[in-house]
């Protein structure tokens, strides 16, 4: 009763009030950093939704040029050339064909070229192979003059042999 009695009087009523302000206080404590961390996960959230956004964008962008360019391609492909080729005086045709024929050649020998060209830093290497190469040949030839020589000397004695 004493309980009852106190806290229908005002004085205690301030006290009751405090406590609950108090109480709402250490809630909205308890509450705010989550619902700082939700605001700032939905922000960066969006953030990185906006950034997926515009890369697929680009994608879609990109691929429906490939497409367009597909179909021109094909459009292209199937149309006949002449349809398309511009019209050569008959004082250049002769010219043209000589052209071609330089143009067919040396697309048939550009393979030939690019692989020379694609050898030449190999050239000193070549180069000290074949020096060897050429040594050993010098030599080779040296004692091939040598064994002539033996074989010429032999066979004149054996001449003298039998003719004695």
């Known amino acids: ?19 609950e302000m108090v109480n709402m206080e250490a809630e909205i404590n308890e509450v705010q950093p ?8 939905s ?46 005086e008959a004082t250049y045709h002769k010219s043209i064909v000589e052209l071609l024929t330089e143009a067919v ?3 048939e020998k550009l393979e030939s070229h690019l692989q020379s060209v694609r050898s030449t830093p190999q050239i ?15 030599m080779l030839m040296i004692e091939l003059e040598e064994l002539t020589e033996q074989i010429l000397k032999w066979e004149e004695l054996q001449k003298e042999v039998y003719s004695n």
């Open 105 to 107: 050649t040396f697309i």
């Open 1 to 19: 009763t004493l309980d009852l009695t106190c806290r229908r009087t005002p004085c205690f009523s301030k006290f009751e009030e405090m406590e």
């Open 43 to 88: 922000a960066l959230q969006s953030y990185f939704i906006g950034k997926k956004c515009e890369i697929l964008q680009d994608m879609n962008r990109h691929l429906e040029a490939i497409l367009k360019e597909k179909r021109d391609l094909r459009k292209r492909l199937i149309k006949h050339r002449c349809q398309e080729s511009l019209p050569i």
């Open 34 to 41: 989550l619902l700082l961390s939700v605001t700032i996960g």
């Open 124 to 138: 000193p290497r070549m180069m000290h192979n074949m020096d060897t190469t050429l040594s050993k040949t010098e």
